[in-house]
């Protein structure tokens, strides 16, 4: 079987796929894979041994370079990129990956004679290819600013059905005292600042002495990072070495960078700077051991071990040395890293329930979701949050009823010539009072928004577009209100085995001399 996976992104982008490629080669283990990625990264070959069978490049900047320039031939990007349809075409492959999910790469995919094709492409003068709820999911949230409640990699992996972990599974770690950081980013918006990092430099050398605090950089690096360093704090190196660098320290504090997503595959415990355009509830670091520094609307800036729903964009002067240097100590201390709240995972769940559904006629495994939820959290602290849980739920059906209601039937909207705002007025008012509110945090009715801000050729659109996304609507809350009932009882079952309660099995007992054991012939009855 011969896979090519399509990764015209970044470098940070392709590392931090790793585990997707990964878990591909365990899902395929005597598959062929091929990668597609552009030309200026070719340097990901060397941290990707073993995984990758085959490298394709596609010379994106110098195709970009052949169209701009006046002095070239107009159609020589054109050709050279038919040239490279054609030696894929003649390759033979059975499958294609799109992890890339832009136009650039929908295109690309649509021209390729593949029969198993998976992710966005175009085909017939439309994209096609959101063959999944995980895969619609991932393309309305990552294609614009809407937050996402999973990672980048845990959607893809779910979009594609691709196993993944969360770091790759290594030998025990040497007890180290080195400190790595990586002060500069592809965009200075995400830059802390060098000042601020050589600050954090000097306390953690006078606070915790025994370690030693290095500084990574790449060589065209190198003067910017001599205006606040010294050569001797300087580790310039390429990609190959500073994974070699990575796999000795004992911790590496960073910005957004692709360097976070190589520490994140082999293990290194991370202390991320999520400043700027950063999102980190898309694009954090993918590790259990990552912390994760940022802020939520109206709070001072806080720690997290995984992304936060409502992170908001920063500036350098919102995240000061200490509370980074609060983290720091954490991640060295070994002290237990701050958890997700329990909202948050209670949303992933319901919401993994909705995106795991065919369609809407498929039941959840209520009770196994919430079994396994309960499991991982204390039946203590869910009962501390579902009063707040249950009043939430109680407001998106309130706004649910309220759109509904508001909405003009089919036929009056098929019988108008023209459409005016004013038709739809109170349905717009309703959108607002939830945008408003800002308690829509996660998405429910992000569909709905959207639908009223689409185009519409004719009057009745609107009630196809809005209807559809008010059931998918009432889809999610359903679940969500089923989900939690399931909860509810589970935890309501286990205080009372607590109170001795109940532990008598359904499936009969006789009576001996030592104890009560079951009865197969009663069991049958």
Not at 15 to 20: G, N, R, S
Not at 261 to 283: F, Y
């Amino acid at each position: 079987m011969k896979i090519l996976v399509l990764s015209l992104l970044r470098l940070g982008d392709i590392i931090q796929q790793a585990p997707l490629l990964k878990g591909l080669r365990e899902k395929n283990p005597h598959a062929e894979i091929h990668l597609l990625l552009n030309r200026q990264f070719a340097n990901v070959e060397k941290i990707l041994d073993g995984v990758v069978d085959h490298y394709i490049y596609f010379e994106r900047e110098t195709l970009q370079k052949g169209l701009s320039d006046a002095s070239a031939n107009i159609l020589w990007s054109y050709q050279q990129v038919e040239k490279l349809v054609e030696s894929l075409n003649g390759q033979g492959f059975d499958q294609a990956i799109n992890l890339t999910h832009n136009k650039l790469s929908a295109y690309l995919l649509g021209t390729l004679e593949i029969a198993d094709k998976r992710g966005l492409y175009q085909a017939e003068g439309r994209f096609q290819g959101l063959s999944n709820r995980w895969l619609r999911y991932f393309n309305d949230r990552f294609s614009g600013t809407q937050k996402s409640l999973f990672h980048y990699v845990e959607l893809l992996g779910k979009a594609f059905d691709i196993p993944v972990q969360t770091e790759i599974a290594t030998t025990p770690r040497k007890k180290s005292k080195l400190v790595l950081l990586q002060c500069l980013t592809s965009d200075s918006k995400k830059n802390w600042g060098l000042e601020r990092f050589a600050q954090l430099k000097r306390t953690i050398e006078i606070s915790l002495v025994d370690y030693e605090v290095m500084v990574l950089g790449a060589s065209f690096e190198r003067e910017t990072l001599l205006e606040f360093f010294s050569e001797k704090d300087l580790l310039i190196c390429d990609l190959p070495e500073a994974r070699k660098h990575l796999q000795s320290a004992a911790l590496l504090v960073t910005g957004d960078t692709s360097i976070k997503h190589m520490a994140a595959q082999i293990g290194t415990p991370i202390v991320e700077i999520a400043i700027g355009s950063s999102d980190p509830s898309k694009t954090a670091a993918y590790s259990s051991q990552a912390l994760v520094i940022q802020t939520q609307a109206g709070c001072a800036p806080c720690v997290h071990s995984q992304a936060c729903p409502q992170p908001t964009h920063l500036c350098a002067e919102d995240v000061s040395v200490e509370q980074v240097f609060g983290a720091v100590w954490d991640q060295l201390s070994g002290e237990k890293m701050a958890q997700r709240s329990l909202q948050l995972s209670l949303e992933k769940a319901v919401w993994t329930l909705y995106l795991d559904k065919a369609n809407s006629q498929v039941e959840p495994f209520y009770a196994l979701a919430a079994a396994e939820f309960l499991n991982s959290h204390p039946t203590g602290e869910l009962q501390n949050v579902l009063s707040a849980w249950n009043e939430k739920s109680e407001q998106y059906r309130q706004w649910l009823k309220k759109a509904f209601e508001v909405l003009p039937t089919r036929e009056e909207l098929a019988a108008k010539r023209s459409f005016q705002t004013s038709d739809i007025s109170d349905l717009i008012l309703c959108a607002q009072d939830i945008l408003k509110s800002k308690k829509d945090e996660v998405g429910y009715f992000q569909v709905f928004v959207e639908a009223l801000l689409s185009r519409f050729n004719q009057p009745v659109q609107i009630y196809d577009r809005v209807s559809a996304a008010l059931q998918e609507v009432e889809e999610l809350l359903t679940i969500r209100e089923s989900f939690t009932r399931h909860l509810q009882t589970i935890s309501m079952e286990g205080a009372y085995y607590a109170k001795g309660i109940g532990q008598l099995s359904i499936s009969g007992f006789e009576e001996t001399r030592k104890s009560l054991q079951p009865n197969p012939q009663n069991a049958e009855l």
